[in-house]
């Protein structure tokens, strides 16, 4: 029964105190291998690396199919010099178990090293869908492999085959100038297959693009994403209706929660009493801002933008308008206000002009000239808005 009791908390204490554990039960390889891990990664003293090999090795004698312990042994070797033998315990170890996670990361670096991009890829692969954590500590070598062609054809392979770490690679790489032109060619690659990019992946590239100022090239990849039935809502301003479903993008309406209100998009055979559109409910609470907006690219030129709106007891303390504003340089190009009280379909138009090669990107935005949210200034009724279109007028 005292034997039983301490292997039983040798096993407890493996993780947290893996000395004492071995302590209770010096056979315990999986106390062992934590025991060793730890001494490896401490930063006290540099370890005794012969004591160290000797006991993992000695451990292989109760198991000689833990791969944990050929790749103990195998950074051992390679922390001593001895390369070659320890990529072939690495190799020894992967056999035994594909996901063994030391030995994964040193076959990585290796395969890299030796030019093998195709087999670092499927080994990253192997890695990031048994431990998808791991993830920032290969981002740092995807530039590399993507500026070869044969790794370049690696990574496109697997996004197609639904690698479920796409997400986290198109995130990865839309934070740089060089990620953002292999995640640009990747989304355009893909663009023909069934695994063709998804609205997460465009958003992360269209708004790297957008923070690094490559305005015409987020615009341009918004332009090529869109689908058949996407294109039929393309305009100055995309979905001008407002029509369920195509949200999300920039360049695209966007949505955000905001106290205060609610907005829904319906079509005119599901809106309430046949008005389709953007639907707009106030709460009768303050207001700040109204949650919605796009990014739009006009060119030079006079333009008009026009609104068809209804209202039903709308109250507004406040203004509540559509402001056309230049993202770079910052500022205010052009607004208009949507009028209280209850009418029906009525029209606004407003016309405006954008300078010579002054606002490469615009961002139309529905708000209100609230500051801070005082409930002096509650806002109260429903506003329905059909359509908003921008067009060309002749200079």
Request: proline share 5%; hydrophobic share 40%.
């Amino acid at each position: 029964m005292l034997l039983v009791s301490s292997i039983g908390l040798s096993r407890f204490l493996e993780t947290e105190t893996p000395a004492a554990s071995l302590a209770l039960d010096p056979f315990n390889v999986d106390a062992l291998i934590a025991k060793i891990t730890s001494d490896l990664n401490g930063t006290n003293n540099d370890p005794d690396l012969d004591a160290l090999l000797a006991r993992a090795k000695g451990a292989l004698a109760f198991d000689l199919a833990d791969a944990r312990l050929y790749s103990l042994i195998g950074e051992i070797k390679y922390r001593q010099g001895e390369k070659a033998e320890a990529y072939r315990l690495f190799d020894h170890a992967l056999k035994l178990s594909k996901t063994e996670i030391h030995a994964l990361q040193r076959s990585i670096g290796h395969s890299i090293d030796t030019g093998d991009l195709s087999k670092a890829v499927s080994e990253i692969d192997i890695l990031l869908r048994r431990w998808p954590d791991r993830f920032p500590a290969v981002a740092e070598r995807l530039p590399r492999i993507l500026s070869n062609p044969d790794g370049y054809q690696a990574v496109l392979g697997a996004i197609k085959a639904e690698a479920p770490w796409r997400a986290s690679l198109f995130a990865a790489l839309s934070k740089t100038p060089e990620g953002l032109d292999s995640a640009n060619r990747l989304l355009l690659d893909m663009s023909g297959s069934s695994a063709r990019g998804r609205a997460s992946e465009l958003s992360a590239v269209i708004s790297g693009f957008i923070r690094l100022r490559e305005y015409e090239a987020a615009y341009r990849l918004f332009l090529f994403s869109l689908s058949d039935e996407e294109r039929t809502l393309g305009g100055y301003i995309f979905n001008s209706t407002f029509e369920p479903g195509f949200s999300g993008r920039p360049f695209n309406w966007q949505l955000r929660d905001q106290s205060g209100l609610e907005i829904t998009f319906a079509t005119s055979v599901h809106a309430v009493e046949g008005e389709g559109g953007a639907t707009v409910r106030f709460l009768n609470t303050p207001v700040k801002d109204a949650a919605l907006q796009q990014y739009i690219a006009l060119p030079p030129g006079a333009y008009k933008i026009s609104l068809i709106a209804s209202a039903r007891n709308l109250k507004l303390p406040k203004e509540l308008f559509w402001a056309i504003r230049c993202v770079d340089p910052e500022g205010e190009i052009a607004r208009f206000n949507i009028p209280e009280g209850t009418y029906n379909r009525q029209n606004l138009s407003l016309e405006f002009s954008v300078g010579p090669a002054s606002c490469p990107l615009q961002l139309v935005r529905l708000q209100t000239a609230a500051i801070a949210e005082s409930w002096r200034f509650r806002y109260v009724g429903t506003l329905v808005m059909h359509k908003l279109s921008i067009e060309r007028r002749p200079s």
